[in-house]
């Protein structure tokens, strides 16, 4: 039996760790509170992030790292992007020689704009074919209630990909796709909670589903022409992990980034929508360095800078749509 541990007890981490469990993977989930892993475990449910949600009863939570990586053959990292270098520098003398680390997460590195697989293989020392990425239009809350979905898995060599792809493909509820794009895959996941954030700022502001195609269409293009400098396969941003990813979080109510948007647009401080905000907004923090891995490469992206300038630089909401609406006219296609 493949033993995996998931490290991270919010509402995404819990339900990859209940999708492996239920696809016959001996799992355990590793969080940092004792209070949230001694209710999982004694009411099977995870009070904080999933209330309601019965869990696998073969799922099983320790606040010990050590435990968690005792033998583990997949090791699914699901933290706040930012929090990553720092939580895995003290796992990793207990990482199993040969285990794959796997990322749930969708940011870029402040400071480094690093993406997560490379933070994971400069912190743990490992090659890039042990380190694969998961990404697409994976609502956490949806899938935990048993509704269909998709999602790649990405991976610089094509059997672990396939490996990954067996361990957590779960018919009719999950169905993973492999794709060697580590690069298209990740950017897609991160840049998207930039854009959800813009396109939710428009709908607090009470703009309609032009404004809202707009925003989704011209962000898809910002993500294509970053990946494209990157060296990111193109056809992977008409995919899952790229169209299908965006889509998702730009147009669900269960969307953090989107709903965080809404809640700028409709004139609430950056103070009293994080005080609001129970979970991680992911693109509250990498926007700004999603903007600065940008302007390392040359690369043109209006909406991550007013996104920025909303959120980090005391711009009005106003302002940015003018901004954005005032630019010089332009081909459709430029700068790809």
């Known amino acids: 039996m493949t033993k995996t541990a998931v490290f991270g007890t919010g509402s995404w981490g819990t339900t990859f760790a209940m999708i492996l469990a239920e696809a016959g993977n001996e799992t355990v989930l590793w969080g940092r509170r004792p209070e949230l892993v001694s209710a999982i475990n004694s009411t ?3 009070p904080d992030y999933l209330p309601g949600i019965t869990l696998p009863g073969s799922l099983r939570a320790t ?6 990586l005792d033998g583990a053959d997949f090791v699914v990292l699901a933290v706040p992007s930012q929090t990553l270098r720092g939580n895995l520098d003290t796992w ?3 990482i199993p020689d040969g285990a794959v680390l796997v990322s749930l997460m969708k ?3 402040l400071g480094t704009t690093k993406r997560m697989s490379e933070v994971i293989r400069e912190v743990a020392g490992v090659p890039e074919e042990r380190v694969a990425v998961i990404s697409g239009p994976n609502l956490a809350k949806e899938i935990a209630q048993r509704q269909p979905a998709a999602t790649v898995v990405a991976c610089t060599d094509e059997a672990v990909a396939k490996r990954l792809q067996d361990v957590c493909h779960l018919p009719p509820w999950f169905r993973p796709y492999t794709n060697l794009d580590v690069v298209g895959v990740e950017l897609g996941g991160a840049v998207k909670n930039v854009i959800a954030l813009a396109v939710g700022v428009a709908v607090g502001m009470g ?3 032009n404004v809202a195609a707009m925003m989704i269409t011209r962000g898809l293009a910002e993500i294509s022409r970053l990946g494209a400098a990157l060296g990111a ?7 899952l992990a790229g169209m299908g990813d965006l889509v998702a979080t730009c147009t669900s109510p269960l969307s953090r980034n989107r709903t965080f948007g809404e809640n700028l647009g409709r004139g609430m401080t950056l103070e009293e929508v994080i005080a609001a905000t129970r979970q991680t907004a992911e693109g509250v923090k990498s926007c700004e360095s999603v903007l600065e891995l940008a302007r390392k490469h040359d690369v043109e992206m209006p909406i991550t800078e007013v996104v920025v300038g909303v959120v980090h630089d005391g711009m009005s909401p106003r302002e ?3 901004l954005l ?3 010089s006219p332009k081909p459709e296609r430029y700068g790809v």
């Open 320 to 322: 940015a749509g003018m």
């Open 63 to 68: 606040d010990s790292a050590a435990e968690a």
């Open 92 to 94: 990793r003398e207990h």
């Open 107 to 109: 940011g870029i590195e």
């Open 233 to 239: 396969d193109p056809h992977t941003f008409s995919g």
């Open 207 to 209: 703009m309609g589903d």
């Open 325 to 327: 609406m005032s630019r």
């Open 44 to 46: 099977g449910e995870n």
